[in-house]
């Protein structure tokens, strides 16, 4: 039961608490006031009645005295019985002399001689109270005195009954009136609980709307006139002017002249002398509540911007996870203990790895032993030193081999004290490669330059050596001597050949410039290796595009160049094949595109990108010299153009009724582009 | 707060009760009184005070005398008259006048007078008027004046001066008016002071009862009137004349100044002392009740 009812009390609500508290109060109190007032008023009463009754019964001893020396019996008779008439409730009056001799009473049919005999001494105290026939009567006793001469005694009994009646009237005049009070108290503390419990559930709703996220909420009411009626500003830049559901005081940079430009609850201090405040200030819960307004407002503000930046944090976060996705290059960052923190997506495809496998390890539990130890020892060195690290390091992996550019970097906050590691590495192969290339290329000018000094000075001897040679063969009569003569008149020639290539690959030779129709001279060509052609089974298509211009030029060395590719696409065919020759204007009208496809054996992808270098040839021995291309490649260099080939040549550069079959390789296509202007193509 | 509540109501519970029956009755006569000689003062006041005033020295002559003497209470003067001449007062303590009307008519006795406060066995009647009233300065000036008395049964308040007006040719009719005010002679002195009226006739000595309630030297006594003898005990031709001597013995034996008892019996009859008295002494009051016109035969 003790436990029982605290927690009954504590599940009530609170407007039943404070009705109920109330009520107990004011049936406590009232029921407790009631009783002791009414305690008190019946004793007042019963006094009251005493003293009334001695008060008759001296007045009557004042007035008697007279009668009583003039032995006037009428007038005491009179006197008596006047009294008894006026007050109901006095039942006897009887009047003795100084003898005790019953002078006159107000008894009808003889007189009740009990009454002599008791309450006979005036000084004790009075009435006495006498239980009769007609219920419980005071007895008052009165001497008759004048001076010290006792003249008679007058004697007035007062009913006690009609006492006790006003006494049970006024007790329950007492009880209706106190439970009228403690009813109407009990009426004004539900209307009072309820007043105060409305705006707490107000409040009570408005927080749990706020709990579910809701903070557009309003708990105070709104006053009759707002601050901008009551003083007519007028000032409508004012923040607190149109706020409707926020008192002026609660905001910062109102602009009263008492405001002071000082902010909540700075400003409370003029506010409070402020007729506004005075007019619309209310009571305690009306002021929480408006606070509690004002608080959800700027809540909802603050929550707001926060939304904001946490969408513009979100945006960037999303844009540098982007970045960082997107950026080809490895970014790892590492904390104090040399544990990832985060790596980026190009690292984790790399070494084949999920984000989540990355983040929260160290190299140990990632890289092999021999590995993570290097990478261990680095990053502590950048964490101890604070110097940045760059290196190239060359990885193995699946057979292919990449050079990385690792560069390590300390990471410092914001007390410039290093938190971490942040490494960066950019995939250089390709650069290693271009370098490779360059250093090829810078061979291969090195050697055509040797080449074209060693054909230049060998030039001249061979020139001697075949003018000799063919003098000579004028004069020998000799058929076998002849024969050697003509082998060597021939394998001299062979050499000339093979010096005016090599001086036309090392140095310009002198080009001519004219007015060429590339497609005539493409038509001239294909003319001349048709029957050629047609004997080892290839077909020649020949697309040209009429609308070509005509280009400044060799036309002489653009032909060799034609010829040199249309022999070549012939050599990788064999026998039985197509050859086509396509001429495209590009529709800028800026370049023209020849490109002469085979369907020969095609070149492997090592070998592309050999194919321009001077003495590469994938030809027999003897079939070949290896400069056809190299020569072909300075020619179109020379007149600001581009030879590229690609192997097997895209549909685009295959004529609709170019013939696949089984036994025709993948094929080749060269593809040879001339500027029409001056500008050279890049 | 709850035993209070217990206290407060049941405190009048605990009071003592007597069981009485209102119900056995029985007749009761009154005891008859037994037979006395009446003493009777004249009643100026009520009974209460002639008792107060009298009853010791009653007490005194009956211890004096040893007979039976008991104080009667007329109810008015004409009572007083009436009961003296039909034996129910054998010793009456009256005023100058009731004496010769009961000596004219019942053949009253004189025997002995009071001394009063002022030591005299006589008295006197002051005309009065403001001091500030210049046109009043001797008796002759007060004619067509306003009189005030306090009542025309009065002898030291209206007769005495009636008389002396008389003496002086000055009838009722000479006055602007004559004003009775009734009560006490107070009343009169209060009317002449506040200016109500011209003159006022008083007993001598009431200026001193007032002089606590107004400045007494505003008021100018005009005139004095003679002399006339005060209250006089005297008795009825019915008692026998030894006992009558006897309490006259009794009344001049009253000594004020060394007996403590006497000045006690004395004081509360508001005088010093009694002297010896006769008929003779009271021929001034019949001169005034000639003059008057105050029927007292």
């Known amino acids: 039961m003790s436990d029982y009812l605290p927690k009954f009390l504590y599940r009530l609500r609170f407007r039943t608490k404070i009705t109920l508290g109330v009520a107990i109060m004011l049936i406590f109190c009232g029921l407790g006031i009631g009783l002791i007032l009414s305690g008190m008023s019946s004793n007042a009463l019963l006094l009251e009645g005493k003293k009334r009754g001695m008060a008759l019964t001296s007045g009557l001893a004042f007035h008697l005295a007279e009668p009583l020396l003039s032995m006037d019996l009428l007038q005491m008779k009179n006197s008596i019985d006047n009294i008894r008439k006026q007050y109901d409730d006095v039942i006897y009056i009887f009047l003795t002399d100084a003898s005790d001799n019953v002078l006159t009473h107000t008894f009808t049919g003889g007189f009740p001689t009990d009454l002599l005999r008791v309450n006979l001494d005036s000084r004790r105290k009075q009435p006495l109270l006498l239980t009769t026939e007609r219920g419980p009567i005071y007895d008052f006793n009165a001497r008759i005195v004048l001076g010290e001469s006792n003249l008679g005694t007058v004697r007035l009994g007062l009913s006690r009954s009609d006492m006790d009646a006003q006494i049970y009237r006024q007790r329950l005049t007492s009880l209706f009136s106190t439970l009228g009070v403690v009813g109407l108290g009990i009426v004004l503390a539900l209307w009072f609980s309820r007043t105060v419990t409305s705006r707490l559930n107000r409040l009570r709703k408005s927080v749990e709307e706020i709990v579910r996220g809701n903070l557009d909420v309003q708990v105070g009411f709104s006053p009759e006139k707002y601050c901008w009626e009551l003083i007519d500003c007028n000032r409508r830049q004012c923040p607190a002017y149109g706020d409707v559901r926020r008192r002026c005081w609660y905001l910062a940079g109102s602009l009263c002249p008492n405001c002071l430009d000082r902010e909540y609850p700075g400003k409370m201090e003029s506010c409070r002398h402020c007729s506004v405040y005075k007019h619309n200030f209310g009571d305690e819960l009306q002021d929480l509540a408006e606070a509690f307004d004002a608080m959800a407002m700027t809540v909802k503000k603050h929550i707001d911007e926060l939304t904001e930046r946490e969408k513009t944090i979100a945006r960037q976060q999303g844009l540098l996870k982007t ?46 032993s021999e590995q993570a130890e290097l990478n261990l020892r680095e990053g502590k060195e950048v964490l101890l030193t604070g110097h940045p690290l760059a290196k190239e390091m060359c990885l193995k992996r699946l057979e292919e081999q990449r050079w990385f550019h690792v560069v390590k970097v300390p990471v410092y906050d914001e ?30 000018e090195d050697l055509g330059r040797l080449a074209g000094g060693v054909a230049h000075e060998i030039n001249t001897p061979l020139g001697i ?85 005509p280009l400044t030029g060799d036309e002489a060395k653009l032909k060799q160049v034609w010829l040199n590719l249309l022999n070549n696409a012939a050599d990788a065919i ?50 070949g010299t290896g400069l056809g291309l190299s020569v072909s490649f300075g020619i179109i260099k020379e007149h600001g153009g581009k030879i590229s080939v690609l192997s097997p040549p895209p549909a685009e550069y295959l004529p609709e009724d170019f013939a696949q079959s089984k036994h025709m390789g993948p094929g080749t296509v060269f593809i040879v582009e001339l500027p029409l202007g001056s500008a050279p193509i890049k | ?153 009065s002898a030291g308040g209206y007769l005495f001066a009636l008389g002396h007006f008389v003496d002086h040719g000055l009838k009722l009719d000479d006055f602007k008016e004559v004003v009775f005010v009734g009560g006490r002679q107070e009343n009169v002195i209060l009317g002449v002071y506040a200016g109500l009226y011209d003159i006022g006739s008083i007993r001598e000595g009431s200026l001193n009862v007032v002089k606590d309630k107004i400045d007494i030297s505003q008021i100018k006594v005009i005139n004095n009137t003679r002399w006339y003898p005060g209250w006089v005990y005297a008795y009825s031709p019915r008692l026998p004349q030894d006992v009558a001597d006897k309490i006259s013995v009794a009344l001049l034996r009253l000594d004020y100044k060394n007996n403590p008892r006497h000045r006690a019996i004395l004081d509360a009859a508001k005088c010093i002392g009694l002297v010896p008295s006769n008929d003779r002494d009271f021929d001034p009051v019949r001169d005034l009740s000639k003059k008057v016109g105050l029927d007292l035969e």
């Open chain 2, 1 to 153: 707060m709850i035993l209070a509540v217990f206290f407060l109501s049941s405190c009048r519970e605990n009071e003592e009760t007597v069981k009485v029956s209102l119900e056995k009755r029985e007749d009761i006569a009154f005891k008859q009184q037994l037979p006395a000689i009446t003493y009777a003062y004249l009643p100026q006041y009520a009974h209460t005070e002639s008792f107060q005033r009298h009853h010791l020295l009653v007490e005194y002559l009956a211890e004096e005398t040893g007979l039976a003497i008991r104080q009667v209470f007329p109810e008015t003067f004409d009572d007083h008259v009436k009961m003296f001449s039909q034996g129910k007062i054998d010793i009456s303590f009256s005023n100058p006048f009731i004496y010769v009307q009961l000596a004219n008519r019942f053949g009253a006795k004189a025997m002995a007078r009071i001394i009063e406060e002022d030591g005299r066995a006589e008295f006197r009647g002051q005309i009065i008027a403001r001091r500030d009233n210049q046109g009043i300065k001797s008796i002759k000036d007060c004619r067509g004046k306003s009189w005030v008395a306090v009542d025309p049964s």
């Open chain 1, 574 to 623: 064999g026998k039985d094949g197509m050859v086509s020759v396509q001429t495209k204007l590009d529709p800028q009208g800026e370049r023209i595109e020849i490109s002469i496809a085979d369907t020969g054996k095609g070149i492997t992808k090592a070998n592309l990108s050999k194919i321009f270098d001077p003495f590469f040839t994938t030809k027999e021995v003897g079939k």
């Open chain 1, 465 to 549: 050596i075949l003018g000799y040679s063919q003098l000579l063969m004028d004069d020998i009569k000799d058929a076998e001597v002849l024969e050697g003569m003509k082998i060597i008149e021939k394998q001299t020639k062979v050499c000339r050949k093979i010096v005016a290539d090599l001086l036309g690959f090392a140095r310009n030779s002198q080009s001519v410039s004219e007015t060429v129709d590339v497609n005539d001279s493409i038509r001239n060509i294909t003319n001349l290796v048709e029957h050629s052609f047609f004997l080892n089974g290839i077909k020649v298509l020949v697309a040209l595009d009429v609308n070509i211009p």
């Open chain 1, 415 to 444: 007390n410039n004290s290093i938190m971490g590691v942040l490494l960066t590495a950019r995939d250089i192969s390709m650069l290693k490669k271009f370098q490779a290339q360059l250093i090829q290329s810078q061979k291969m």
């Open chain 1, 323 to 368: 970045i960082m996705n997107v950026t080809p290059d490895f970014i790892t960052l590492q904390d104090r203990e040399l544990t990832y923190t985060f790596a980026g997506k190009a690292f984790c495809d790399y070494f084949n790895l999920q984000e989540e496998q990355v983040v929260g390890k160290t190299d140990c539990d990632i890289f092999p």
